[in-house]
């Protein structure tokens, strides 16, 4: 008779090696890398969920005149203090395609004139013959905090 038989290799303490390294890198991934100290509590930013809805935009000869409705379904009593108006520009030349995205180039500040009686408009001077034009907008609650964005406008000028 033989004596018992190994089915395994006998470990080289190679493996209990490397589970060990496992178990050291999980624990240091573990450990926050943090000092300890807390910051200032704070509150969190109020938004306001006011926001123009069917924004059009129309070239009249040196400007871009904007309007649109404004609709606040959580809060119909908020009061809305201006407006940002973000555009982007490009040649006639060069469109973007359809469905690629816009990238607006910078945005233009309004006050409570552009804000009035449930209705935006505005006036965005500057407009160029031979340029595409896309504008969102954003309305501006207490302490300037911003809205939801609106549809885009398209505009372009020949």
């Known amino acids: 008779m033989r004596g018992p038989q190994r ?9 209990s090696k490397r589970i060990l390294a496992c178990l ?5 991934l573990l ?7 807390k910051g200032d ?13 069917d924004l059009k935009g129309a070239w009249q000869g040196g400007y871009i005149e904007l309007k649109g409705g404004i ?16 555009y982007a520009i490009y040649p006639v030349t060069e469109p973007p395609c359809d469905g ?5 180039q910078g945005f233009h500040t309004y006050g409570t004139e552009a ?8 006036k965005v001077p500057g ?12 309305l501006a609650g207490e302490k300037g905090v911003l809205g939801p964005k609106s549809n885009r406008a398209k505009v372009v000028v020949e």
Do not use: W
């Not at 509590?41 to 809805?53: E, G, H, I, W, Y």
């Not at 804000?115 to 505005?122: A, N, P, S």
């Not at 407009?127 to 954003?138: D, R, S, T």
């Open 7 to 15: 089915i395994s290799p006998p470990l080289d303490g190679g493996g």
């Open 24 to 28: 050291v890198l999980v624990l240091m």
């Open 31 to 37: 450990i926050s890398p943090s000092c300890g100290r």
């Open 41 to 53: 509590p704070f509150l969190p930013q109020k938004s306001t969920s006011a926001r123009v809805v």
């Open 71 to 86: 609709v606040d379904s959580a809060d119909p009593d908020s009061e809305v203090t201006g407006a940002r108006v973000h």
């Open 100 to 104: 690629c995205p816009i990238e607006f």
């Open 115 to 122: 804000v009035q009686e449930g209705r935006f408009f505005c």
């Open 127 to 138: 407009a160029l013959k031979g340029n595409i034009y896309f504008f969102e907008v954003q």
